[in-house]
Every structure is written in structure tokens, then in C-alpha cells.
């Protein structure tokens, strides 16, 4: 099973990852964590994102195409793959169509989640994660169970984004608007487009997106 979650910043699509990968064992593959880590472990690929994602702008369709690239090939042809954050671009869907290809792997959903623009700033300024695991969590939309200690790990150390201020919020949603949303009609005559309302409950979105898988 190979699935694209598509959908704007703080659309919850790292958050239905997660419980993607805990419930059905599939990767999950964000552009984003990606170019996080580069930047975090200083390589050629982060020195050259960093100011990028710091504006809000996309970063180079080559460079995130490498990495989806690259990740794709090491993993066994049976693991299913969760595209989260990728493509963004007409450039990046076509070299995910290319990728799949030569990997043997079908493209069998793109799941979009629908959201209220007016919710996704709050959801976004909102956000924080463990960072020791990595687990996402929100102020008040979804805690951890005992204040300040991650549920997954036990850890007690958080962390937020340096991207996720409203200025640049703003920005990730007009990219998003400009760039990715045209990819989607592409993907509709295809027939592969599942639209889900992405401001339900996070388990009520997780319930519709094993319906899409299952059926
Ligand atoms: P990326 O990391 O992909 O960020 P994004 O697309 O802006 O999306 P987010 O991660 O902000 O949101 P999300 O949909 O994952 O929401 P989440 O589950 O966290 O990209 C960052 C940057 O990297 C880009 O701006 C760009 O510069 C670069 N980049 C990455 N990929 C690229 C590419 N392919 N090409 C070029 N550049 C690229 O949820 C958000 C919050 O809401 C959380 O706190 C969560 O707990 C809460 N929440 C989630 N679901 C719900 C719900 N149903 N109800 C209530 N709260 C909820
Ligand atoms: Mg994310
Ligand atoms: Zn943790």
C-alpha cells in the first residue's frame, strides 16, 4: 500500500502518520522530519534548507525528490509507504510517479484532509513534540496524559518548531495554495482521491482513513 496524505500546514497529516505506522506497520515518509534532520546534523542538504524553511518557502523539488529517493530504495517492496509532506510541486508528483515506478510500487491513494484555515494557525502555534521521540503533541487539542511527560517515551524534554510562528505560517499556506493544491486534479482523474475532514477528532480522522485503506 502506497498513500500520499496530502494537506495544508497543520492539516494533521504527521499526527495520522503516526498512528498509520503503529496500526499497520507501513514507513512513514516526511520531506519535512527529512530536511529537519539534515538541518539538525548540519549536511550540504540542511546548510542549504535551513533559511528556506525558516521562510515558509518550499525547498528545491531536486533536493526532497533525492531524499524520497533514497529512502524508498532501502525499504523491503512489502512495507507500505505513507507520503507525508510529499509531493508539494507538479515537478515533485511527477518524480514520485517516476520513483514508484522503478521501485515496482502503484500509487493507491491520496487521502486529503480537509481543513478550516482559520483553525490551522492555532493548531500550528499550538504544536510542540518530544525531543527525545519525536511524538506530537498539541496544547490543548491533544496533551500528553500527565503534563510535561512525553506518553510514548517517558521523557520530559519538548520542542517547537522554529518555523511555526504565524508570519511564516501564512507563507507555508499560500506556497501550499500556489503550488501543491494545483497538483490534485491530476491525481483526481485518476481516481484515487479521497477527501477527509480533517477537523474531526484526530482518532475520527484515523477511523475514516483505515475505511479508505480497508475498502
Ligand atoms: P512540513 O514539515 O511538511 O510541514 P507542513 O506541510 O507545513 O505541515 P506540518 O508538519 O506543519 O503539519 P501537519 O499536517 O503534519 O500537522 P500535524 O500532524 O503536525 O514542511 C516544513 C517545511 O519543509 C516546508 O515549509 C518546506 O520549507 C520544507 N519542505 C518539506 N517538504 C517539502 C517538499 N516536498 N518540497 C519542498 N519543501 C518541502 O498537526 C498540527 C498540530 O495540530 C499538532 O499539534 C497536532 O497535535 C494537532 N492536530 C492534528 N490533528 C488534529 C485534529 N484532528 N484535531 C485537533 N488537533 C489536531
Ligand atoms: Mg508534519
Ligand atoms: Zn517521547
Redesign the pocket.
Known sequence: MNIILL?P???????QSAGLVERHGMRQL????M?RAAVKAGTPVGLRAKE??ER????SDEI?SDLIDAELAGMAPGMGAIF?????TAA?ADALDAILARNGRVLDHVIELEVDEDALVE??T??FSCANCGA???DT??PPSTPGVCDTCGSTEFKRRP?DNEETVRM?MQEYRAKTAPILPGYEARGIVTRVD?M???DT?ADQIDAILGG
Not at 9 to 15: C, E
Open positions: 494537506g500546514p497543520g492539516a494533521g497529516k504527521g499526527t516526511s520531506t519535512g522530519d530536511l528556506v524553511m515558509g518557502e518550499l525547498v526532497v507525508d509532506g510529499f509531493p508539494r515533485q493548531r500550528i499550538g504544536r506530537l503533541y498539541h487539542a491533544n518555523d507555508r480533517g474531526a477528532p484526530i480522522v
